[in-house]
């Protein structure tokens, strides 16, 4: 295939799902979210990603279903406008341009054509300043339309959307801001406003933090930085109104959302569990705990047959209403930072890096969707701030997928430092990682580098800040008892007191290039000699990086001075060097081609270019702003062809990297995105069926057979108890009886009935015995024929009166085989 078209730097995943509360489908089938610039689809059962909304221009702040029509649903955005959408069929329907900034969207039923949204308050000079307006929608057959008509509701408003709640089915509007709480009647056209301390009596801060509002009662309940909630009734009368206090959380209340029946109060917060308080039976209570990370927000089906909550892993997990996980759709995890390179796994072509604390998360880049998560420090993380606990900082694959070599690390205070280096084993039959070697304190200081021989052989390479690098190999089993074989120290080196920073394999293997401060060493690891030294102009040496197939002589570095150098290994010489602020260099693993990520005048440039060649293949200003510091090349698939000099760097990998706001990005042409776009609306996924292993095997099983059937042979037909298969293939093995009770009727449904063939088989012999019969008596009608010579005129034909006039004896008796065929299964093509 050859690729046209200018290469544009696109969006390929690890945006959030949990910055804003996802919103159920009417009918429960899907869940919305807002993702980046975009809208996100899920299935609530399969966990995919059905549809991807994409029109805006800036960070999706906000989503509701639109009162008058559940499969249209609303979007607010940074960019000023809110736009409508067919969710169901991936369509935008209308735009409509309000011009603020947009963080916060609301509807209610009994305000037809208006939205509710929260834009910056015009004449505050406060950078936090917010207010809630009303917009009328204009009526337009037009695609895009401005929507002029504002006007202000509540001064004084939180951006947070779960500050603002509708009550009484939009009667009246609840406001939680700081210290206050503010409740506006429609009706009336008048607000109330109550205030708490600061600090009550034992100095605990009263600050309001989410608020939800009881759809058949006027309540309200409030959640607050304390871990209480309380429950404000007599509202409409600013001296009367009283309230009661929850208390269950040790820390703020996240999220607060009531039931559609009011029958429930659902809260949650750091503690990372969900709590289902009884409404006006608030001792009775149920808990959902071990949801894994803080709970942001929680959103309720209209139906109230399901609720999720959004975590702070930026993950979302669908509950059934009676307390049970259905379903966990998984992002990428951002943290605070990205401790790791970015790797990818030989095996399964999936991205590597850190995601929740103390684990590395495998992120499939075709699918944008979390593969797993594999514990490294296997110890229980303390949801607690300012507790040092252990960070994986470093980790490589060896070339074939079979190793992963880890480093974690915990500095409690400026004296203690503890590190442990970790070898894992891929496991065939559990398709996993398991534990191999821990090597407590590797080196005595942070380590600065950790890399495998890409030559398959097992050697490991770890650089320190305390002026040593280390060759790690696997040696044979000691032990009689433990035959696997473990991983030990096999080199120890140092160049004058400095500190090396980085270190890099060459594509054979066979030289290990070191960077000492502002020294670069070659070394052989054959016999580990120190082969020579390269000089460089003054700086650190922070990237090193040796050249692939015809540029495998070159080796390249980037300096803290901001000088990009090149080496002719044969001359061991300086071939060139340039200046520019390298902050990442990189080669590709397919083809010499490498790449440099720039950093200028605030944003970073990308320039890809072969080292023996002056002029680079391309380039790109102003890829983002910030600056690039994790990109990796990914291999694809299948090779492009490419005919313009420009898209060649592209046929053989993919360049990911991640923006300074954790953004996924790639470089891609029109013509590719054409073609996945193409892809994926072929994708046609049932989502009332649960995607396991074996309803999948199950599904091609039954296509296969199913082309078997249409090739030309006659079949037996499957036995009708397939769906009983079905229905014990899906079930959740914990609700299932005991294997010895199933057993006998799993194997009795896979049977065919032997009374049916006997049934058929008696029908069988009586049509035989009626057409033997019939026979015999053609026969006799012939023989008495035969004797009396001739009949009267008068007296008609003799024979068979049911056989038609015209029609032979073999025709008659074809005639009455096919009148004692069934033909009910034609009622079925209705």
Known sequence: ??????????????????????????????????????????????????????????????????????????????????????????????????????????????????????????????????????????QSSEQLVEAREISAVLPDVSANPGAISFGRAGQYIASVCGLHLEVFFFKKQKSFRFSLKEENNKGIKNTFTCAACHPKEDCIATGHEDGKIRLWRNFSHKKEYTHSALHWHHDAVGALSFTPEGTNLLSGGVESVLVLWRYNQETQKDFLPRLGAAIAHIAVSPDGSLFCTAHSDNKITVIHSYVRVSAVIQGLVRGDRIWTDLVVDPRSKALVMNGKPGHLQFYSLQRDKLLYNLDIVQQEYIHESGLDQFEVVKVDFDAGGNWLATVEERKQNSAELELNLKLWAFDEQTQSFVLNTTVPAPHEDRISDLSFSPDRTTLLVSASRDGHFKAWALAPPTDAEDQSPSWCCDFVASYH?????????????????????EVVTVWSTASWELLTTLSQPPGHVRNLCFGRLSCSKYLLGTTTKNQLCCWNLLSCSLEWSTSMDVTLLLADPLSENMAAFCFEAGSTDLFVFKPSEPRPLFSHKAVCSGRVLRAVFSPREELLEGCEEDVQWLNSSRLFFFTPSMDLMTFS????????????????????????????????????????????????????GSSAVKELLQTPAHVLPSTSYLCSMFVQSLLISTSDKREQNNVTEEEMESEKEEDDSEDEETQSSAVKPDVASGGGRTGDPTRPHGLTKAQTKELRRVRKLDYSWLRDLD
Not at 89 to 96: A, N, S, V, Y
Not at 501 to 512: K, N, R, V, Y
Not at 695 to 710: F, I, S
Request: aromatic share 8%.
């Open 1 to 138: 295939m050859v690729e046209h078209g200018e290469i544009r730097v696109v969006h390929r995943g690890g945006s959030k799902i949990n910055f804003r509360q996802p919103v159920f489908t009417h009918d429960s089938r899907f869940l919305l979210c807002a993702s980046a610039n975009a809208v996100k689809v899920f299935s609530a059962s399969t966990e995919e990603c059905v549809h991807h909304l994409v029109g805006h221009t800036d960070l999706v702040t906000g989503l509701i279903l639109r009162p008058s029509n559940h499969l249209q649903v609303f979007s607010c955005s940074l960019d000023g406008t809110v736009r409508l959408w067919d969710y169901d069929d991936g369509i935008l329907i209308k735009t409509f341009v309000v011009g603020f900034p947009i963080y916060s969207i609301y509807a209610s039923g009994s305000h037809d054509g208006v939205l509710f949204l929260t834009i910056p308050a015009k004449n505050d000079k406060r950078s936090d300043a917010f207010q809630l307006v009303a917009v009328q929608l204009p």
């Open 669 to 720: 042409t029109k013509a590719e995105e054409d073609r996945l776009m193409a892809s994926s609306k072929q994708l046609v996924i049932g989502d009332q069926v649960s995607m396991t292993p074996f309803n999948l095997l199950l599904g091609k099983r039954g296509q296969t057979e199913g082309q078997e059937v249409a090739a030309g042979s006659e079949r037996v037909q499957p036995p009708q």
């Open 497 to 517: 007191g400095l500190a090396p920073h980085c270190c890099g394999f060459s594509a054979d293997g066979s030289l290990l290039a070191v960077g000492f401060q």
